[in-house]
């Protein structure tokens, strides 16, 4: 399969599940905002920024393909989104300050799953989505450029793989849970990350062999 396709398909997935998951936040259906009741649900600003980060994967499939950015305002707006929304969020947790950010959009249960603050994400999420959102500012900055697409993409899958392995060998810290401190990371929300990480490195290795 043709490498833009493939990496438009996982693109169009991550979106895909991300406006499945507000849904299921916007209609309070419990199975779209976690795989089992009982598992760690996928926040609603996770939901958004996945939905902004597929884009964003597309811009940059775009970018490679025509090595160069022709989406206008789009994809510096969908970027900005992004590290701005989990920006602000990150401090937020950081600093101990609460902006009441997390509840803007849908207010989440006070007794969900792992969660430390309704609504907040787990620290691992949000700097991974901001670690995304810098690949695109560099990419509108560079469309050519590979380094930056191979290093995200190992550190997206870095994230993904650490949180699932904490799930199998039951270990709550590696998958960002840290009491008091930070929310769980979902399954489902790791499970993104990957396919995001495999998303980047494609584009990375195919703009390496095409520098050649």
Not at 17 to 38: F, Q, R, T
Not at 45 to 69: N, P, R, W, Y
Request: glycine letters at 10%; charged letters at 10%.
């Amino acid at each position: 399969m043709n490498r833009f396709l493939l990496v438009r398909a996982i693109a169009m997935l991550v979106c895909l599940a991300g406006i499945i998951v507000m849904l299921g936040w916007l209609y309070d259906i419990p199975l779209l905002k976690s795989i089992l009741p009982h598992w760690v649900s996928m926040k609603f600003t996770t939901a958004l920024s996945f939905l902004l980060s597929g884009l964003v994967l597309l811009g940059i499939v775009k970018a490679t393909e025509t090595h160069s950015i022709q989406s206008g305002i789009f994809m510096p707006a969908v970027t900005m989104g992004i590290l701005l929304l989990m920006g602000s969020l990150l401090a937020s947790s950081l600093t101990g300050i609460h902006t009441g950010i997390e509840g803007w959009f849908i207010e989440d249960v006070s007794h969900a799953v792992k969660t430390v603050i309704p609504g907040m994400p787990s620290i691992g999420t949000m700097g991974a989505f901001i670690i995304i959102s810098l690949s695109g500012v560099v990419t509108l900055m560079n469309p050519m450029k590979a380094t930056h697409l191979l290093v995200t993409g190992c550190i997206e899958s870095g994230f993904s793989f650490t949180a699932l392995l904490g799930y199998l060998v039951d270990k709550p810290a590696l998958y960002y849970h840290i009491e008091g401190i930070s929310s769980a990371m979902a399954v489902h929300t790791a499970i993104l990350f990957a396919m995001l990480g495999v998303g980047l490195l494609l584009l990375g290795s195919t703009r390496k062999s095409r520098a050649r």
